[in-house]
C-alpha cells in the first residue's frame, strides 16, 4: 500500500476499528505530554540527534487531527466519471502544460534517469496538491505525534513520527517548515515521512531532499517512486498499459488511478 498521498491515507483508513488496547496510547490529552517524553528517549534511542528531537518541544496534543480522523467520508465511492469531472479541470491541464515547459530540462533529466514521462509527473503533482499551492498546514510532527499517541492507530503512525523526525534531525526540512495534510502527508506531493525516506531524492544537487519548496526535487522524487514501483521506460499509463499497474503503489483506487492516467493524457495532448 502506497502511504505518499492524502488520497491514499483516506483509502487506508476509511474504515473505523475498535480502538486498539494498548497501554502506551490514550484518547484524550490527559496523558500526552508524559507519552511525548517516552518518545523523546526512543528516538534517541534510534540514533536521532538534537535537532530531531528539539522538533518535538513544545509539542502538544491536536483535537483537529482527532476530529479530522474520526469524520473520514469515502472519497472513492465517488464513480470514476464523478471524480474525474471534478479533477481533471482546464485549470489543471493548462497549468500542467506551463509546469512541463518551466522545468522541461529537469523532466528531461528525470525521464532519462527513471524512465517516467513528464504528462503523468505532473499529472500527480497537479491532483496531489495543484503545484504546492494546497500542501495543506497542519504541522506534522504535531499531527504524527497525535494519531502515534491515538490508540486507533498507534503501530502505525509512530513509525512515521520517528521517520518525521529523522527526515528533520538530517538537514533536509526545518521542523518549522515542515506542513502538510491532517494525515502527516508532507508536501508538494504528500509523501508521508516513510515514503520520504525511501523515494526522496535531492535532484538538482543542493545538499537537501525538500518536497516542500524544492520543484528540481519534487519532480525526480515522484521519478522515483515510480520507477521503484516498477515503472516500464516508455510504456503507456492508461488501463491496460503496462504503467497502470505501477500508478497502484502511489494509489489503490481504480478511480484515482484512472484520473491521473486521464489527466496525463489530458496534458500530453492526447
Known amino acids: 500500500m502506497r502511504t505518499a498521498t492524502l488520497y491514499a491515507a483516506l483509502m487506508m483508513f476509511a474504515a473505523t476499528p475498535a480502538l486498539a488496547q494498548n497501554q502506551d496510547c490514550s484518547n484524550n490529552a490527559a496523558g500526552f505530554p508524559q507519552w511525548l517524553e517516552g518518545v523523546k528517549k526512543d528516538a534517541a534511542a534510534q540514533g536521532i540527534g538534537a535537532r530531531g528531537l528539539a522538533s518535538l518541544d513544545g509539542v502538544t496534543y491536536d483535537q483537529n487531527v482527532i476530529s479530522h480522523d474520526r469524520g473520514q ?27 512541463i515547459k518551466k522545468y522541461q530540462a529537469v523532466f528531461d533529466k528525470a525521464e532519462a534517469d527513471y524512465g517516467v514521462q513528464a504528462p503523468v509527473i505532473v499529472a500527480l503533482w497537479a491532483l496531489e496538491t495543484d503545484f504546492g499551492a494546497n ?128 489527466l496525463a493524457d489530458r496534458i500530453a495532448g492526447q
Request: glycine content about 10%; overall charge neutral.
Open 73 to 99: 467520508k469515502g472519497t472513492f465511492k465517488q464513480s470514476f466519471e464523478e471524480f474525474s469531472g471534478r479533477m481533471v479541470n482546464d485549470f489543471r491541464i493548462k497549468r500542467g502544460k506551463q509546469v
Open 135 to 262: 500542501i495543506g498546514k497542519f504541522d506534522t510532527v504535531r499531527s504524527l505525534a497525535t494519531l502515534a499517541y491515538d490508540c486507533r492507530r498507534p503501530t502505525q503512525f509512530r513509525p512515521e513520527l520517528m521517520d518525521a523526525l529523522k527526515i528533520i534531525d538530517e538537514g533536509d526540512v526545518p521542523a518549522s517548515e515542515m506542513k502538510g495534510a491532517w494525515a502527516g502527508e508532507i508536501g508538494q506531493v504528500q509523501f508521508l515521512p516513510s515514503s520520504y525516506l525511501q523515494h526522496a531524492v535531492d535532484f538538482d544537487g543542493d545538499g537537501r531532499k525538500d518536497l516542500v519548496k524544492d520543484q528540481a526535487d519534487v519532480i525526480g522524487s515522484v521519478a522515483k517512486y515510480l520507477a521503484d514501483a516498477g515503472w516500464q521506460r516508455g510504456a503507456g499509463w492508461d488501463e491496460g498499459q503496462p504503467n497502470f499497474e505501477a500508478l497502484k503503489s502511489w494509489n489503490a483506487s481504480e478511480v484515482y488511478r484512472k484520473t491521473i492516467a486521464l
